[in-house]
């Protein structure tokens, strides 16, 4: 699927201020034609030749065209203050993640390290605030955009990084895994619980095992049809799970 944008998060260190700014790849990742990634091979060669010859002992230049370096990032379209008011731990937002593309490029979430989360829409200039996180999941969590054929919105599925570090899991017990999900207008649901919300899902069954210490997930993606959720370690001898978000299963 083509890009029509990319979204790039920065961090203003000074003040802890994330910034979000829209790179158009047609324009600052491609060369706008043939002919102008051709003349930038022929530059290219030109110089590794002419180097070569000032110096035969240099290692040879590669000819493979260059970029032209971006002078200036293009201006945000939107900022972000963290805020953890009354946290005692580093204030920051842990996460930034893009909300299903099948619908729109435009929708963000982040969270920061309270748990809060947010899902901006740059296309529509607005920010929802959603419900928190049952239970934060670190910086660099598992993150993936499902697409159910027969759902109106994706789902976002967050899994923290080391599952099981903060709670078990267990019945009443937050959970280390978690889908945002879109709950449309039903006759069965009253009006506080229409709309996006956070919904805890069984965590990984292995770190239920006696044992167990906080096991970093390597590698994570989407198989099958893109409703199955894999996700694997090759430490502690975890090996792969799966999760059907379609049966809603348990990983196994």
């Given at each position: 699927?083509?890009?029509?944008?990319?979204?790039?998060v920065?961090?203003n260190?000074?003040?802890?201020?994330?910034?979000?700014?829209?790179?158009n790849?047609?324009?600052?990742?491609?060369?706008?034609s043939?002919?102008d990634?051709k003349?930038?091979?022929?530059?290219?060669?030109?110089?590794?030749?002419?180097s070569?010859?000032?110096?035969?002992?240099?290692?040879?230049?590669s000819?493979?065209?260059?970029?032209?370096?971006?002078r200036?990032?293009p201006?945000?379209?939107?900022?972000?203050?963290?805020?953890?008011?009354?946290?005692?731990?580093?204030?920051?937002?842990?996460w930034?993640?893009?909300?299903?593309?099948?619908?729109?490029?435009?929708?963000?979430?982040?969270?920061?390290?309270?748990?809060?989360?947010?899902?901006?829409?740059?296309d529509?200039?607005?920010i929802?605030?959603?419900?928190?996180?049952?239970?934060?999941?670190?910086?660099?969590?598992?993150?993936?955009?499902?697409?159910?054929p027969?759902?109106?919105?994706?789902?976002?599925?967050?899994?923290d990084?080391?599952?099981?570090?903060?709670?078990?899991?267990?019945?009443?017990?937050?959970?280390?895994?978690?889908?945002?999900?879109?709950?449309?207008?039903?006759?069965?649901?009253d009006?506080?619980?229409?709309?996006?919300?956070?919904?805890a899902?069984?965590?990984?069954?292995?770190?239920?095992?006696?044992?167990?210490?906080?096991?970093?997930?390597?590698?994570?993606?989407?198989?099958?049809?893109?409703?199955?959720?894999?996700?694997?370690?090759?430490?502690?001898?975890?090996?792969?799970?799966?999760?059907?978000?379609?049966?809603?299963?348990?990983?196994?």
């Amino acid at each position: 699927m083509k890009r029509r944008c990319v979204n790039l998060v920065t961090r203003n260190w000074e003040n802890g201020i994330y910034a979000l700014r829209r790179l158009n790849p047609d324009v600052h990742l491609f060369y706008q034609s043939k002919n102008d990634a051709k003349e930038v091979t022929e530059i290219n060669a030109m110089d590794s030749a002419a180097s070569a010859a000032d110096d035969s002992k240099k290692t040879k230049r590669s000819s493979c065209p260059r970029m032209r370096s971006l002078r200036r990032l293009p201006r945000p379209i939107a900022r972000f203050d963290p805020s953890p008011a009354g946290l005692w731990i580093n204030d920051g937002l842990e996460w930034f993640e893009l909300l299903g593309p099948r619908r729109s490029e435009s929708r963000v979430v982040n969270a920061n390290v309270a748990g809060d989360t947010v899902l901006y829409d740059a296309d529509e200039g607005i920010i929802f605030n959603l419900p928190s996180l049952h239970e934060p999941k670190g910086s660099n969590p598992v993150c993936l955009s499902i697409t159910h054929p027969d759902a109106e919105e994706d789902a976002l599925y967050v899994m923290d990084r080391y599952p099981g570090r903060a709670s078990t899991g267990g019945p009443g017990m937050p959970s280390c895994f978690e889908v945002l999900e879109y709950r449309p207008s039903s006759r069965y649901l009253d009006d506080s619980m229409k709309g996006w919300g956070w919904r805890a899902l069984p965590p990984p069954p292995f770190i239920h095992e006696h044992g167990y210490e906080p096991t970093r997930i390597t590698s994570y993606a989407a198989v099958g049809d893109g409703t199955t959720l894999c996700i694997s370690s090759d430490r502690n001898g975890i090996g792969t799970y799966c999760f059907d978000t379609v049966e809603a299963d348990p990983l196994t």
